[in-house]
């Protein structure tokens, strides 16, 4: 496959993707409307990811905190990927599995949202943090992908999934990224009354 090939190949599927997706608008929606009623509530986004995932959260976060495309007030949100201190010294003292968990245990309240990002649905740090979210009467928003692995079989009828249709890491990515867009636009809409 030639370079022009290859690079059409990628597009084509990452729109194929998309388009695939646009059943997932009632999911999207029913994720902001959690989000949207936490932040009337005045508590705050919780986000985890790993690797992409992690970058994904970073950006939801940095989006709700400055601003997505309208101005407005920052807005409560806390990417737990961010402090490397405290990653590290759970990972070392404890275990990996606990880097998300322990920190929302320590920096949660009842009604907070958590906010997770797994293209597998079977990272064993964000089931964990899912479970911590439960056990604290958090809700739970997830992206996923694939089959949604373990994840969705331990989200509660409160919780939302949305589940890209794609087998393949980038293209659930693409995705994500988007959602989380959409995400942040349905945010502004409703609490800008636009």
């Known amino acids: 496959m030639n370079t022009d090939d290859c690079l059409l190949a990628h597009f084509q599927e990452s729109v194929s993707v998309k388009q695939a997706s646009e059943h997932l608008f009632p999911a999207i ?4 409307e959690i989000l949207t009623q936490c932040l009337i509530n005045d508590r705050k986004i919780i986000s985890c990811g790993n690797g992409g995932s992690a970058s994904d959260a970073q950006h939801f976060s940095g989006e709700l905190l400055g601003r997505f495309e309208m101005e407005r007030p920052g807005l409560p949100a806390i990417a737990l990927t961010t402090d490397s201190s405290a990653i590290t010294a759970i990972a070392n003292d404890y275990t990996y599995e606990d880097i998300f968990s322990r920190q929302l245990r320590a920096l949660s309240q009842d009604g907070d949202v958590l906010f997770a ?6 990272s064993k740090n964000i089931l964990k943090a899912a479970e911590t979210a439960h056990e604290k009467k958090l809700k739970v928003v997830a992206l996923t992908g694939g089959d949604g692995g373990s994840l969705c079989k331990i989200l509660k009828p409160s919780d939302i999934e ?3 249709p794609s087998d393949r890491t980038c293209r659930i ?3 994500h990224i988007l959602i989380i867009h959409c995400l942040c636009d349905l945010i502004d809409a409703a609490l800008l009354n636009n």
């Open 29 to 32: 929606q029913k994720g902001a």
């Open 162 to 164: 949305i589940r890209v």
């Open 173 to 175: 990515q693409e995705t």
């Open 117 to 122: 990002i797994t293209t597998s649905g079977n």
